[in-house]
């Protein structure tokens, strides 16, 4: 049974896994402790800089690696993820600095509101990061999946500030491409016996914190079948996440759309004209791989080139680690055309 404008339906489907109908007929739950890791405003012993975005200060969950001194690049992971999908980019750090950070409200950095979950924060927060690394020099960005997403938005509003830009397989980077493709991403089957687990799970793990909620969102990460990503759907490759943002997850619908439900926003306003170089790699199982990069987001930029890798899918970053990174730092290392 596949349904159609499935984005509401599987934020709806989230919060259905997360607000447990124990807790409303009012059956006892199984309360656990320590399902997720502490986030640093829990434990002041993990590394962390404060940044102030929208208005709130807030720890993030932040480290660096290579010289001080090299050029900067800034990691931007996807959603239902944190900085550790993205750890295969440590290797760029022989002559590169690298920045890895769980965005706010994600990973193990620090919990925020709904108001402070806007794309014109999103875009404050990745220049308050590069104010702490590289306030004078344009940066690399390198993003994944929403990670890349966000990184167009942010070339696109902040060009000068960014030396090149790497996509990997973002989904549509404005409003007609997304509503244009959102079905060929999802597979909602209702009868799906993974997802009847999953929502069943909720009768003994309430989302009664955010801990419970991010242990459930994690849930998710294991069902092969909700998105059309994986080479081997009933075998997904395991993703490395310390603990997904699940309240953020529930919210990230709103940035893409109107008051009416329909999607209104462009990640890739002006890139035809910008000469900032870009990358975009697609893998050949996912939907949001080579092909769909190809038909659908190739044309909307002045300077880019695509990489296919074959043989993995949407979780390219620890299915083809090497591959991707001979790939990228080709990229890195090549000449310039600003």
Known sequence: ??????WPLMALLLLMHLCSCAALLGIDPI???????PTVDEDPALPSVTIEVAGRTRAVHYFAEGPAAAPVVLILHGSLS????MLAFRALADTRRVVFWDQRGNGLSERITAEEFTLASIVEEITAVKA??????????????????????YLSQRPDDVERAVLIEPAGLNGSIMAATMDEMFHLDLLDTGLNELLWSSETITASSHATMDYKALQLLANGRLLRYHCDPD??????????????????????????GRFDYDFAAGLAECRTPVLLVGTDCSALGAKFQEDHHLALFGSVELKEIQGA???????????LLIIVRRFLDSPSPR
């Open 82 to 85: 944190d900085s550790r999908s």
């Open 31 to 37: 309360v656990t402790e320590d399902l997720v890791p």
């Open 132 to 153: 702490l690394v590289s306030p004078d020099a344009p940066v690399t960005l390198i993003g994944h999946s929403f990670g890349a997403m966000f990184a167009s938005c």
């Open 1 to 6: 049974m596949m349904l159609r404008n499935a």
């Open 235 to 260: 075998h997904p490759t395991p993703w490395p996440v310390w603990r997904p943002g699940a309240q953020v997850e529930v919210w990230r619908p709103r940035l893409l759309t109107d008051q009416d």
């Open 313 to 323: 899918g949407h979780r390219v970053t620890v299915e083809k680690p090497d591959e």
